[in-house]
């Protein structure tokens, strides 16, 4: 579909009337939405009335994050949006072309109106008031909504090749440091050929980096990375000996270090074997390594593949009670070279979303990837599920192009 892209409507258009939109095409059910790129169902078709396009008002509210309350006593119809400490209030009343915005009246192209249960208004209220950019596309009947910044929780990721962009530490709310793993012999360790500890760079210093990362309010987590290629989770999970010394290793590295979380990434569980003594062994680790890490401070999360992925390995339902939130890792698909698949992705979401609610879910989106004008859409599915926030791998693969399109969608720290 071609995208005319985050284009703010002529004044023709923001004043309520999509002139260019026939009204005949448009109301037989030709007009499509698009929010951050990617489709979004509506109940009702948009339709055109008087040249003013008409959209169900609730199925975009709630999308961008706007509580919706009807009364149907007084037939209106209350938005409410909090941003920045400060909370729009928006009262639409069925027939009237009169809305109330925080007691004031503001008049409307249209009058709200009621069809199939659906209260449809005029299209440019939304950038009007709640800051949503709109662009029409002609050929393809298909209005694009590109959302307004969100406030949301962001981690990022950071390697051995992240150096150069350790500027960006202090706009994260948390960054994970992938500084050690569990090696081939199911064992934690800090060295290897890379998940290890760093050397010093001069006067800065793995540790100096950290703790400059809490003294800007940033939190800094230790991540702990393995696969099981040579079965060494596996061996781990099922040794309670070597478990019990890995998770002590783990919290024991974490709070010497000054470190205020852990995030641990272990991946390839359940592509063979019993899928349900995986998923049984896995809860036990992730349990004993949760009352350990919260016994001393510190917080877990746990990065997880997809639930559409190839790796069945994992309950979510379980450890989203056990961590503290839980990283959708929405790039493990098997996929050719390219940006990630929305439909994937979205897929991924409500797939999460069936076992664990949404402030315990962070969307985590590879940058290696992404293309830049493509990483908005995964943030977009975010911010329309209202998950807790998105996690980015990794620092090193920003750029300053990238940098500035998330910056768009998002109001970092």
């Avoid at 150069?164 to 090696?183: C, H, L, M």
């Amino acid at each position: 579909m071609k995208i005319i892209g985050k284009i703010i409507l002529s004044s023709a258009i923001l004043a309520g009337s999509f002139a260019a939109i026939p009204s005949a095409e448009a109301a037989s059910g030709k007009v499509g939405i698009m929010l951050d790129g990617y489709p979004l169902a509506f109940p009702v078709q948009p339709t055109v009335m008087k040249g003013t396009t008409m959209v169900p008002f609730r199925a975009i509210s709630e999308a961008l994050g706007i509580a919706v309350v009807w009364n149907p006593k007084e037939q209106t119809i209350t938005a409410t949006k909090a941003s920045n400490g400060e909370t729009k209030k928006v009262v639409l009343t069925i027939g009237s072309k009169n809305a109330l915005v925080d007691g004031k009246s503001v008049p409307l192209a249209n009058a709200p109106q009621t069809i199939q249960n659906s209260t449809m208004i005029p299209l440019s209220f939304f950038s009007q008031q709640f800051g949503a950019e709109v662009a029409w596309d002609q050929p393809t009947q298909t209005v694009s909504i590109t959302s307004p910044q969100k406030e949301m929780y962001t981690m990022g990721f950071y390697a051995l090749s992240s150096f150069d962009e350790r500027a960006y530490i202090p706009s994260f709310n948390s960054v994970a440091f992938g500084w050690s793993r569990i090696d081939a012999n199911g064992q934690f360790t800090v060295e290897g050929k890379e998940y290890k500890w760093p050397q010093a760079a001069g006067d800065i210093t793995p540790e100096s980096i950290i703790q400059d990362a809490a003294q800007q309010g940033t939190a800094p987590y230790l991540m702990v990375y393995s696969v099981d290629s040579n079965h060494e989770l596996t061996k781990n999970l099922e040794d309670p000996a070597l478990q019990a010394n890995t998770i002590s290793q783990i919290v024991k590295t974490a709070s010497e270090k000054g470190f205020k979380g852990i995030a641990l990434d272990l991946e390839g569980l359940g592509l063979t074997g019993d899928k349900n003594k995986v998923k049984s062994d896995y809860n036990g680790f992730i349990k004993n390594l949760s009352g350990k890490a919260h016994q001393a401070g510190l917080k877990l999360t746990v990065v997880l593949h997809p639930l559409n992925s190839s790796y069945s390995g994992y309950d979510y339902k379980t450890l989203a009670n056990l961590a503290d939130d839980l990283v959708i890792m929405a790039y493990a698909f098997e996929q050719e070279k390219g940006p990630e698949p929305l439909n994937k992705v979205d897929e991924a979401i409500r797939l999460a979303l069936n076992e664990t609610s949404k402030d315990k879910l962070i969307l985590g989106i590879s940058l290696g990837s992404e293309k830049d004008t493509t990483v908005n859409s995964k943030i977009g599915l975010a911010k329309r599920y209202d998950l807790k926030g998105v996690a980015f791998w990794r620092l090193g693969l920003f750029g300053k192009p990238a940098w500035s399109q998330i910056n768009q969608s998002l109001e970092m720290k």
